[in-house]
């Protein structure tokens, strides 16, 4: 099996060997501050995604798909094809393309009819234009590591139409058109190929490409052998030119899944960031707690020393070096002696019955009369100066509910425990309680009687 085509495509292959390790122009990290990034899911309006370029190669009707030996001509000639290109790209790793294609295909000796006859010494076609709309699949744009691709393996294949003019050389070196008239002819045509690209600055890439075009008839070469319907072939080189804003990247060379990894970097990194500052501002704060803690356990040593062991402390024993078994007071100070309780005599009952005969409230209130005051001062200052308890028992008339009644006569018991305790009596010896109407000492049926039953009855003990 004989490649000629191997000579005019040799540039692509060792384009592709030797760029495989130039596979990435920039590499992803874990941070956010590149020039190429963009936020994923960002939409087209973040990229470039038209595009055109240039290209020119060598057209033949040699293919990997089928020996010399089998064309109708079985030794093709290498001839110049060139076009131009316009892409739009939908996804990163999908686009349509539209090709337009000029040259020429030539080839010689054809092969022999059944009578054994060689009808031809050769064939030139001259491809007028050729026009295809192709769908570009983009193959090493999609990894973890690469942001930008420097390399684009791709495919390609689509569908459109030529038109050409097949001439005919004869064994006498005369020539002739295949189809009379001017001999141009229309077919409709299908590419297939695939490629790369280098990227060789920030929207220009330089392509690579190998394609085979199908035609759907058996004219291309002007002579019908066979059953096969012909194909060329057509190895190029060509330069790409992204189309918009020269700050925002390829679609074509945009690594999303790469975009992706970076966000999850860059998050994570935030995430972690906002936790060390946490972590920093409760070390601070422990920090301080624990110059807190400190100061509180000094001040707890300071006071807790007791050096005269009454039981305060010396930051708070305002009466240092008290003698040990004395009883003391919040202070430290030592409690006064209570002053023990004498006996109730005859006299003390006669300042108690003064205090009774004077004592008198006003009609449903538990305030008492000015001329009470001078007996109630005799009886406190009698308790003060014998230590002695007053148990105090409030009354009322019948005048009024039972409720109010019994309010009333603990109110006025009350108020006569209050004006005791106002002259120095301590609170501690003295019991008020009311008692209502109860036990009544005269009749309610008249005023004499209610004024007398309105009453605070005093008992020493």
């Not at 929207?203 to 394609?211: A, L």
């Not at 070096?321 to 309780?341: I, R």
Request: overall charge positive.
């Amino acid at each position: 099996m004989k490649f000629n085509f191997t000579r005019a495509s040799f540039f692509l292959l060792t384009a592709l060997l030797f760029s495989s390790k130039l596979f990435a122009q920039t590499t992803a990290d874990s941070s956010i501050d590149k020039p190429d990034y963009v936020t994923p899911f960002s939409g087209d309006r973040s990229f470039r995604t038209w595009s055109f370029g240039v290209y020119g190669g060598i057209l033949s009707t040699n293919t990997v798909f089928q020996s010399n030996d089998k064309l109708d001509f079985t030794s093709p000639a290498q001839q110049l094809g060139y076009g131009i290109f316009f892409k739009k790209q939908l996804f990163p790793s999908f686009g349509l393309q539209a090709d337009f294609l000029m040259g020429k295909l030539s080839a010689n000796h054809s092969q022999a009819k059944p009578s054994g006859v060689v009808p031809f010494r050769g064939f030139n076609t001259t491809i007028h234009y050729s026009a295809s709309l192709s769908a570009n699949f983009t193959l090493a744009n999609v990894n973890w590591q690469h942001e930008i691709s420097g390399i684009e393996l791709f495919l390609t294949t689509g569908a459109g139409t030529m038109n050409y003019t097949p001439v005919l050389t004869l064994q006498d070196r005369s020539t002739k058109n295949f189809k009379s008239g001017n001999g141009t002819l229309n077919e409709i045509y299908v590419p297939v190929g695939l490629g790369v690209k280098i990227n060789v600055a920030k929207g220009v890439n330089v392509e690579f490409g190998y394609k085979v075009n199908f035609v759907y008839s058996d004219n291309i070469d002007g002579y019908k052998y066979g059953t096969n319907n012909d194909k060329f072939s057509y190895a190029h080189v060509g330069v790409e030119f992204a189309i918009g804003k020269r700050s925002s990247p390829q679609l074509a060379a945009h690594n999303p899944v790469s975009s992706m990894r970076d966000e999850y970097l860059w998050q994570n990194q935030n995430a972690k960031d906002a936790l060390q500052v946490q972590v920093d501002s409760a070390k601070v704060k422990n920090e301080e707690l624990q110059k807190q803690l400190v100061a509180a356990n000094a001040l707890l040593a300071k006071l807790s020393v007791d050096s005269d062991g009454d039981g305060v402390s010396d930051f708070y024993d305002k009466c240092p070096n008290t003698p040990a078994g004395t009883k003391v007071d919040g202070s430290g100070c030592p409690l006064p002696v209570a002053k023990p309780q004498e006996k109730v005599t005859a006299g003390d009952r006669v300042v108690i019955n003064e205090a009774l005969q004077h004592l008198e409230f006003s009609f449903g209130k538990a305030s008492i009369s000015e001329r009470s005051y001078a007996s109630l001062d005799k009886l406190a200052q009698l308790l003060i100066d014998k230590n002695l308890n007053l148990k105090l028992a409030g009354y009322t008339d019948n005048v009024g509910s039972d409720a109010v009644n019994l309010r009333v006569s603990q109110g006025r018991a009350e108020a006569v425990k209050a004006y005791l305790i106002s002259k120095g009596v301590s609170a501690s010896r003295i019991e008020a309680t009311g008692y209502g109407k109860a036990n009544p000492i005269a009749s309610n049926k008249t005023a004499a009687g209610r004024r007398l039953n309105r009453r605070v009855e005093f008992t020493l003990y």
